[in-house]
Each structure stands twice: as structure tokens, then as C-alpha cells.
């Protein structure tokens, strides 16, 4: 430093002292919560999720206040009583996906589809774009993660493969939009996944969070100036969730999971969030060997051959969206003899729903399951949130602890309360009608439900002591 001269120490000394000039730093984001992090570590600190921080590029730091309250365009301001057209819906040939959808493809709407690998998302979407190619819309299917030839296998082994569909395997979002911009916009744009897609504009590596986020803008941007109804087809994690930034959830217009086991032929498609429809419809598929099948009668699949009634059985009219979906709730009661801690195993249902409810039963009935494990299962690989598969849950453990049927052909609706009431739920009477057209008899639950003009026979309950009756009482 003692040979430098006056000039190149001040030189040096604004090199280092110059923010411009410093080096950039990096940041970690987590991809389940969105937490920034200045360095990586194993567990994300506000959230506690394990291997979810990933590299991102920082936000641009200015070195001077900007003032934006000049220099911009002027905004147009509509009333909000200005009357508007609706939507024009697009079929997309299958029923099922249309109800899930809330009745079909809005243009310009931005949809994304999650699911577990192999679950059959591709298949669901290369059906729905041959259909749609077939009826003389242009559709445009980009498979980010196989080549041409493995989509064009998969659509001969479908029957599809004669369909008009424009098929490219391609990542730059670059290149698709440049392609998709020298002619008239495809009525349908399938992005095959929006993990794989990639942006020059943006550093990381695709599937980062700067690319998923910024890649979805600019795809979702396209498809809002053009009309083009978008699919973005996304990865999830292991906790069923889709992966990536949580902002590309609120992006989109529609969420939608494909849910099922690979193991089982059933597949539901359930709407998560949708702004032109009603939330959490679903529409049940079911996987042959020529893909994906609509199930025109979901009900029928989560009922098991009830030719002969068993304790521990129990039926309820679950509603999702618009539908009611008959599911048939299995309990199971197994006394110990020995002083061995008991197990409590819940598939399908939430566990601590099902210790309330035990406390319910013991509390406020008198019965004893502290020296019983009890296992519970919602036929079908179905799985319930809805409050009113209280009552349907207590009869079921209740026959199961008796070893006694409950009456036949009878379903069981209602909330429980801690204080052991039987609480009125929505939409009673759409359970009821739906309950009757397939055959059953009688119905248990809430006192002020109206049936209106079902022929179905209906006891209400007031007290959860009622059905405690009802059971155990010989007959």
C-alpha cells in the first residue's frame, strides 16, 4: 500500500465503499412459505419444513428514493355497476372435468393442475386437448418433460393420436411465446409442467423460485392479452401440496388436484380455488386401459357390496360443491386385555376430530373405549372435512363397540357438539333426495330437518344419547 499513489487509494477506497459497486449477496427462499434466509440451512427457520430453502436471486436495491407519483400513464376507472357479458365456457368434451371446472375453459383463464407423479394428469389433459382439437379449436400441448415421441406414444395408446394438436417439447418460455406470437392464438395452451419451463430474462436454474414465478407471469400475461385458455401442469410435494412459490397459487384463476392411488383405478379431480365457479367440486374418473373414464355415479364407488348390513358400518351423504357423494365410514373396536397403551388409526378423516368425539361419547353417553383401539377408514380411499360426518362417525363406532348393525339402508348426517347435541348442517335436503334415489329407506339426524317431498322415513335426533339408544337398545 506504501508504493500506491494519492489517486489510486481514493480509486480503491471507492471500489470498496461504493454500495453500486458491491458484490451481490445471496439469499435463500423457502418454496413452502416463502421466508427469505441470507444463507442456506437444512430447516427453514419460520416454518419448519426440512430441505425447502433454495437459491434466489435478490431483490434490486436503489440507492436513492424514487418518487412514483409522476411519470406514469393515467388509469381508466369503471363503475362497478357497468353491465358486463359472462364468460363464454368451452366444453372440454368430458363432463366430469367440466363440473370440476364449474362448467368449462373460460378463455384467457390461467388454470393449474397438481398431483402426485403418475397419478395421470398428463393423460386427463392429452384426452381433453384431442377432444378439443377434434372440434376445430386450435390447441397447442408443450411437454417440458418428455420428448415428442413418449407424448406421441402415449396418445396411440389412448386412441387420441389422430387429433389436430400442435404437440412441442420445448422449455424456453421464450421461444413458446416468440412461436405462439407470429400467428392467431391457440384456443388452448398445456404447459407439461411449468417446473421444467425455463426464462433467460432470470437467473436459477428451472424450478427455482424466480423461474416458476416469473416464467407463470409471463405465460399468464400471454394468455390474458390473447384469450387463450392456459394449463400449467405442477409438481407437488411430499405432503400432497403443489411445489414452488405459494404466490403462483394466487396467479392462476383456477387450483385444481388430481387426487388418488395409483394402486386403485379411482381418480378425483377436486377444484381448490376457482374464480368463475363454485369451490371444491369434484369430478370422479376412473383409469382403464384407453385412459381416463368418466364415473357417472360417483356414490356407487365408496359404497362396498352392501348385500348383507355390519357393525361398525355406517353410510353419509357427504356434499362436495354441488354434489352429494354417498361414502360409507367403517369403524372397528378391539378390547385389550392386557395393560398395553391403545392405538387410535384414522384413513381418510381427521384424528383429532375422532378423539372429540370419543370424549363426547364417553363424557356425555356413559360408553368405554379407553381399553379398546379403534380404527377408523372412510371406504374408497375417500377423504371427508365435512362437519356433518360427525353424527355418521359416532354411529358407526357406537354399532362397532355394540356388535350390532345399524338398521339397513339408512344414512347418518349431522354435527356433534362437546356438550353432545345433534347439530343442524347445510343442505339437508339435497343429502336426503340423493340418499333416496339410490334405494335408502331411512335417514338419522338433525331434529329440525326438512325432508321436503322425499318418500325416505326420517328420525330426528337431538341429543347424541339418542343414537346411543337407537343402538344399543335390543330390538
Known amino acids: 500500500m506504501g508504493n500506491l499513489s494519492k489517486a489510486q487509494l481514493r480509486s480503491t477506497f471507492v471500489l470498496v465503499t461504493n454500495p ?59 363503475p362497478l355497476n357497468k353491465p358486463t357479458e359472462l364468460p363464454l365456457r368451452k366444453s372440454t368434451g368430458l363432463a366430469e372435468f367440466d363440473r370440476a371446472l364449474g362448467g368449462g375453459l373460460v378463455p384467457g383463464s390461467a388454470v393449474l393442475m397438481g398431483g402426485d407423479p403418475g397419478i395421470g394428469k398428463s393423460t386427463l389433459l392429452l384426452q381433453t386437448a384431442a377432444t378439443l382439437a377434434r372440434g376445430g379449436n386450435d390447441v397447442v400441448y408443450v411437454s417440458g418433460e418428455e420428448a415428442a415421441g413418449q407424448v406421441r406414444l402415449r396418445a396411440t395408446r389412448l386412441g387420441v393420436a389422430d387429433a389436430p394438436i400442435r404437440l412441442a417439447s420445448e422449455t424456453s418460455v421464450r421461444d413458446i ?11 388452448l395452451l398445456v404447459i407439461d409442467s411449468i417446473q421444467t419451463m425455463h426464462s433467460d430474462t432470470i437467473e436459477g436454474a428451472p424450478g427455482t423460485v424466480s423461474q416458476v414465478r416469473g416464467c407463470a407471469l409471463e405465460l399468464i400475461r400471454f394468455a390474458k392479452q390473447k384469450g387463450t385458455a392456459l394449463v400449467l401442469v405442477g409438481h407437488v410435494t411430499k405432503d400432497g401440496s403443489i411445489a414452488g412459490p405459494r404466490v403462483l397459487e394466487h396467479m392462476v384463476d383456477v387450483v385444481m388436484s388430481f387426487e388418488g392411488e395409483r394402486s386403485h383405478q379411482y381418480r378425483i379431480l377436486r377444484a381448490l380455488k376457482n374464480r368463475f365457479g363454485a369451490v371444491d367440486e369434484i369430478g370422479v374418473f376412473s383409469m382403464a386401459g384407453e385412459g381416463l373414464e368418466e364415473v357417472a355415479n360417483p356414490s356407487m364407488l365408496f359404497l362396498s357390496g352392501r348385500d348383507q348390513p355390519l ?7 357427504a356434499l362436495e360443491g354441488t354434489r352429494p357423494v354417498l361414502v360409507e365410514i367403517q369403524a372397528l373396536i378391539v378390547r385389550l386385555q392386557s395393560g398395553a397403551t391403545p392405538r387410535r388409526a384414522v384413513v381418510g378423516w381427521d384424528s383429532g376430530r375422532l378423539a372429540m368425539l370419543l370424549a363426547v361419547l364417553e363424557s356425555r353417553c356413559g360408553l368405554n373405549f379407553a381399553s379398546a383401539e379403534v380404527y377408523l377408514n372412510i371406504a374408497g380411499g375417500y377423504r371427508l372435512s365435512d362437519p356433518a360426518a360427525d353424527l355418521a362417525v359416532s354411529a358407526a363406532l357406537v354399532s362397532a363397540l355394540a356388535d350390532k348393525p345399524l338398521p339397513e339402508k339408512s344414512i347418518w348426517f349431522g354435527e356433534v357438539s362437546l356438550a353432545g347435541e345433534i347439530r343442524p348442517v347445510a343442505h339437508s335436503e339435497l343429502r336426503i333426495r340423493e340418499a333416496a334415489k339410490l334405494g335408502f329407506a331411512s335417514g338419522y339426524g338433525p331434529s329440525d330437518t326438512k325432508t321436503g317431498s322425499s318418500p325416505m322415513k326420517y328420525r330426528g335426533l337431538t341429543q347424541l344419547a339418542n343414537l346411543v339408544d337407537q343402538v344399543m337398545v335390543p330390538s
Not at 416468440?178 to 400467428?183: F, K, S, V, Y
Not at 357393525?311 to 351423504?317: D, E, H, I
Open 177 to 187: 411465446l416468440t412461436t405462439l406470437g407470429q400467428g392467431d392464438p391457440p384456443a
Open 311 to 317: 357393525a361398525g358400518s355406517a353410510v353419509f351423504p
Open 20 to 78: 453500486r459497486m458491491a458484490k451481490v449477496k445471496k439469499r435463500y427462499v423457502c418454496t413452502n412459505c416463502g421466508a427469505v434466509s441470507p444463507r442456506w440451512q437444512g430447516q427453514c427457520g419460520d416454518c419448519g419444513e426440512w430441505n425447502t430453502l433454495v437459491e434466489d436471486a435478490p431483490a434490486t436495491v436503489f440507492s436513492q428514493k424514487h418518487d412514483l407519483s409522476r411519470g406514469g400513464r393515467g388509469i381508466e376507472f369503471v
